[in-house]
């Protein structure tokens, strides 16, 4: 709440649950975020990973976006917000101790080797009359620094998942998700009444295979119709891949 303008605190309560539903089929992703309180309000972001610099312009293959539309993230030059630097995390003095690579240069994308881009394509509704372009706007602004400073951690955490298996992974995911609810739980008991029993962030679903993605409704973009597609906006991230 601390974090939101003052204009969206007017509607926001005091307590809420956000669901995030993520179907995982590499190089393919989907996650899609919900809050109880806001049936008209979702964010949904459509990822594939390509081994290039970003310099595919029409990753998703269907129309593509006009160039003003697209947003670069650059993990090594970019500014973050001050509140999110740490040293350890300056991509300019990292180094792995695992793999040898860093710390990366100012032209670090285009000789630098192996790359990986994450292309985003971010989509926010709110259909909420007087609200919904400041809402739209401020999602994006803030979507962009938190995807910048997560995929820098990425990169300066690689010591920590390189070489781990699928299986360590999920085990991974399943303890961060824990923890965090026990972290969300303790910091209402101690702020106000307790919440309803229900968990404060759901379950993603994750999915690898092409045949429970369809059951889903969910295509991949090989698989969509270019017809019925809307451009939106990706936005391009950089980094180094396992």
Wanted: contains cysteine.
């Amino acid at each position: 709440m601390s974090k939101l303008p003052s204009w969206a605190k007017t509607f926001v309560p005091r307590f809420f649950y956000v669901t995030e539903k993520a179907w995982n089929f590499y190089p393919y992703t989907i996650t899609e975020y919900s809050v109880s309180f806001l049936p008209k309000f979702s964010i949904r972001i459509e990822t594939r990973f390509e081994n290039n610099n970003g310099n595919n312009d029409n990753v998703f293959g269907d129309t593509p976006t006009p160039a003003e539309n697209v947003n670069l993230l650059d993990i090594l030059n970019d500014p973050i917000p001050e509140k999110h630097y740490k040293e350890s995390e300056d991509l300019s003095h990292w180094q792995s101790s695992k793999t040898g690579r860093g710390p990366l240069e100012k032209d670090w994308r285009e000789d630098h080797r192996p790359i990986m881009c994450s292309y985003k394509r971010v989509q926010c509704s709110f259909e909420v009359y007087g609200f919904q372009t400041r809402t739209e706007e401020f999602i994006h602004r803030n979507i962009r620094d938190i995807l910048l400073v997560g995929h820098r951690q990425a990169v300066a955490w690689v010591d920590e998942w390189h070489g781990l298996t699928l299986e360590e992974v999920r085990e991974y995911e399943q303890t961060m998700q824990e923890k965090t609810n026990s972290k969300v739980k303790s910091s209402q008991n101690n702020t106000g009444p307790p919440a309803a029993s229900r968990p404060v962030f759901s379950r993603s679903i994750s999915v690898t295979d092409e045949r429970s993605l369809k059951k889903m409704g969910v295509t991949t973009a090989d698989m969509s119709d270019p017809s019925d597609s809307v451009p939106q906006s990706p936005i391009r991230l950089n980094s180094t891949p396992e």
